[in-house]
């Protein structure tokens, strides 16, 4: 319908990519958006996006789907703060069966401004979609202690226990100016509430950005995403993909950029995978100003370009 935005899921063909079922909608509300799906251990898909409320604002909502793309169940609770817009950008099945959500969730300004504050939003609920844990993370402080505004585009699991989510942060008093952020929540050993074990932002020139996170075979966590360089007299409205990697404690060792440097393009990472112990692969998109074209890159464990 005009106006109805529905979740639209398509199989595809593992080999030839050819459609292999018929697309399948999901209407939930008058406006849907799925932004994530991620396998479950019983051989179905999680889907995670957000969806109109009965109030009027958008909250989170989990979906699982059969191999064929059709509905097993949703959810029996939308997830968020309900009395303000939440979106769920990224969800993962962790190793206890909990299902873990990983996005942002938007508050009013305690200075009284109509835009609205937003602070990551990690989600954990149980193998049937009951909630367990709602809980919110602030940004990076500046000197005298603020907090930053953040929000997450990805999460994983960590091997030596907790979660690892990348996205970006805006430092206090500069919210056009973005950088890409990193940030470790581990369960409280007491409670098991989610609280921060260290969190990091990386950020250069104007509008940085950590789309996607992985934990490395060496204990590392490499990111990538996006980078928006200073105009030069060489160049000018340049979007870089970007590739950073850190130790366990979030702290940098190395990081570069890719694409085509050229004036009005843009070029972003979505996604990362390693491949065993020597390889990270990348796709994104790259855009000149009039064509956007499918952009992939392979480099060695250190960043380098492949030969």
Do not use: C
Request: charged fraction near 20%.
């Amino acid at each position: 319908d005009t106006g109805d935005a529905d979740v639209y899921v398509q199989v595809a063909d593992a080999a030839s990519g050819a459609p292999a079922t018929t697309a399948v909608l999901h209407d939930f509300s008058a406006d849907d958006k799925a932004f994530a799906v991620s396998p479950a251990s019983d051989g179905n898909y999680w889907v995670v996006g957000q969806t109109l409320s009965a109030t009027g604002d958008y909250q989170v909502f989990l979906h699982k789907i059969a191999s064929d793309g059709l509905a097993v169940w949703d959810a029996p609770v939308l997830y968020g703060r309900a009395e303000y817009d939440d979106y769920g950008y990224a969800v993962l099945e962790a190793q206890n069966g909990d299902i873990v959500i990983a996005g942002k969730s938007e508050s009013p300004h305690t200075s009284g401004a109509t835009d609205y504050n937003s602070d990551v939003m990690v989600v954990r609920a149980d193998s049937a979609g009951q909630l367990l844990e709602a809980a919110y993370f602030d940004g990076m402080e500046d000197q005298d202690g603020y907090a930053g505004e953040a929000f997450a585009y990805d999460v994983k699991e960590l091997a030596g226990g907790g979660f690892v989510l990348s996205g970006k942060t805006w430092p206090p008093g500069t919210p056009s100016w973005s950088d890409a952020y990193l940030l470790k929540v581990i369960p409280d050993a007491t409670t098991d509430v989610l609280t921060v074990g260290w969190k990091n932002s990386f950020g250069y020139f104007v509008e940085d950005a950590a789309w996607a996170v992985e934990e490395t075979n060496d204990g590392g966590i490499v990111l990538a995403g996006s980078m928006q360089l200073m105009n030069t007299a060489d160049y000018e409205n340049v979007v870089m993909a970007y590739l950073l990697k850190t130790d366990n404690l979030g702290q940098k060792l190395w990081d570069g950029i890719y694409g085509r440097q050229e004036s009005n393009t843009t070029n972003i990472f979505f996604d990362i995978e390693e491949m065993g112990t020597s390889q990270l692969n990348m796709v994104g998109r790259s855009w000149d100003g009039t064509v956007n074209d499918v952009l992939f890159v392979q480099t060695e464990a250190d960043g380098t370009m492949s030969p």
